[in-house]
């Protein structure tokens, strides 16, 4: 009884900080998001139509360039009078062609079905024995001390069942990275994804080009490898030519002024860019186009918190969060990212049931902006997960201490999963339901955190920000791709 009594006490007092930390007027607002979203929603419409009217949105393309348009123009069709263009340079990179072709030995080749992983470079011809090297981290490559140097690894883009426990995985760059600090000739990659799914994405930490190719295999392929590699030896040939040249692209950014607060900032924003193998529908388009309809639910509704609020369709961000990275590095240059309370981040968010952030700090407000959510829509969990993570556009604003966040809980739709950066990635992927709920349960959390009283999360020191790093075990990523800036 003791405990079921504390238990309760707890949870009472989990329900009055809530309280306090929201407003009266919340109630009125929040159900006002509700009944817009759900009745004018333009989420789902709108990425159909750019779907059909530009295709993919690969960053410093003729697609990519018409994509920043397009976020441009819906923007002014909202009621923005203050959007604008941040242009920043990217080393833009494109495929051409490719052949992989593996056998027994040289002269008994045959082709394997395959597709490059930027940042390949702008040509390569490279024959070699391969050589399986497990997941591809750093304790495979110990374990074989010289095995790859001068020949091709083939690695798992996951972490292969059987594996030591805890066996942590790593992004498919920092796999490249790898291979080539061992003195591999190349990489392949095996998907995870089954049916011959090929995955595309960046092979490189810094945006940049790599020093040897990188390409990927389906997973039917690559284990049938791996079997005969247990019998026997196999040659390879690694033959591609691809893009790279020095383009400009475009953040796209909106603005509403703070009624009260406008110099302290909320960014909100989601990448706009995506692959080329498909029309990438769910990464991200499901994100930024939900971002899209947040901003237009505002102006909608002629709401004006007491922070501004900056709306921001992210370019670049599949090749390096080369977008991101440049509005950080924009204003860290101006000290405007002193002016920074939060960043919320919208990629492959769909139909989410909580909030997640950096870390706890935030969990008593967010907790208050959902406890409303969930008393309009029970479907709303108002669950709350605080943890750092790595590879998306609020990487370089936590970098450098600010407090991130956004949606959690939620779920791709329609088993999106496999599609992810692959030639299914479409529209027919999308469900219109799990957009709305995006918009509408992240409106309400967009508005209340530029409205509240307080934000609890402050930005960290330097020092702070390496310690939750390190508590996070984000370290050795973060070194593989040279962003480690703290010393021991």
Known sequence: MRNVLLAGAVS?????????????????????????????????????????????????????????????????????????????EV??????????????????????????LAHAPVKSDVSGELVEIGNGLEADYLAAP??????????????LPGSPEGSK???????TALATKYGA???????TAANGVLLTGTASVTGKLIPIPAVCIGKEDGLALREKLKTGKLSTRIQLTNFSGMIKARNVIATIPGKTKPNEKIVVGGHLDSWDLATGAIDNGIGSFSVLDMA??????????ERTIEFVMFMGEEEGLLGSKSYVREALKDKSIDKIRFMLNYDMTNDPKGYSATTDASKSLFQAIGTIAQSIDTSFKNTFRAGA???????PFMLHGVPTGGAGGGSLPNNAGPCYHAD????????????????????????????????????????????????SNLKEPLQIAGEWRWRE
């Open 424 to 471: 299914c990635d479409n529209f027919s992927l999308v469900d219109e339901k799990g957009m709305k709920n995006t918009v509408r349960f992240n409106t309400m959390l967009v508005y209340g955190l530029a409205d509240a009283t307080t934000i609890e999360a402050k930005r960290l020191s330097d020092t702070e920000t390496k310690e939750l790093m390190l508590k």
């Open 91 to 116: 080393e833009s990179w494109s495929r051409n062609t490719i052949q992989v072709s593996i056998g027994p030995d040289a002269q008994s080749l045959a082709p394997v079905k395959s597709v490059s």
């Open 185 to 191: 000739k190349g990489i392949i990659i095996i998907n």
């Open 12 to 88: 009472c007092f989990g329900l009055l900080t809530a309280t306090a930390q929201s407003k009266p007027e919340w109630n009125q607002v929040f159900e006002k998001i509700n009944q817009e979203v759900l009745t004018n929603s333009k989420a789902y419409s709108s990425l159909g139509d750019a779907i059909t009217k530009i295709g993919h949105r690969l960053t410093g393309s003729e697609n990519g360039k018409k994509a920043e348009q397009y976020a441009f123009d819906l923007l002014k069709s909202y009621g923005y009078e203050n959007v604008r263009f941040q242009p920043f």
């Open 169 to 175: 995985n790593l992004h498919r760059s920092e796999k």
């Open 389 to 395: 993570g790595l590879h998306s556009d609020h990487q």
């Open 146 to 159: 010289g095995k790859v140097k001068g020949k091709i690894a083939l690695v798992y883009l996951g972490i």
């Open 296 to 305: 237009r639910t505002f102006k909608a509704l002629n709401l004006q918190p």
